[in-house]
């Protein structure tokens, strides 16, 4: 079955960086686009980034532009997101999503930025 787990989250300073990452299992990794997401409270999910399979071009939401970087290691089947110069506003639930069929979730981790 498809598994995606988070980690990486917690609390942090507003300047500060974070990693975030999810590793994946249950199916062809390598083969679809991966996501990152987050959900701040009262606030509808939105999408942070997105890289896609082969050559793995990459898009971003224009909130985190030049701070957030997604990559993916599909040797380790896991993507990640290197966040630097938080802000207060990126505190929110980040989920790793998988474009695979109807799309997966994992379950999100906490990222909360704040001094």
């Known amino acids: 079955q498809v598994q995606l787990v988070e980690s990486g989250g917690g609390l942090v300073q507003p300047g500060g960086s974070l990693r975030l990452s999810c590793a994946a299992s249950g199916f062809t990794f390598s083969r679809y686009a991966m996501g990152w997401y987050r959900q701040a409270p009262g606030k509808e999910r939105e999408l942070v980034a997105v890289?896609?399979?082969?050559?793995?071009?990459?898009n971003y939401a224009d909130s985190v532009k030049g701070r957030f970087t997604i990559s993916r290691d599909n040797a380790k089947n896991t993507v990640y997101l290197q966040m630097n110069s938080l802000k207060a506003e990126d505190t929110a639930v980040y989920y790793c999503?998988?474009?695979?069929?109807?799309?997966?979730w994992g379950q999100g981790t906490q990222v909360t930025v704040s001094s």
């Open positions: 999503n998988a474009r695979y069929r109807g799309g997966y």
């Open positions: 890289i896609t399979s082969g050559v793995g071009i990459t």
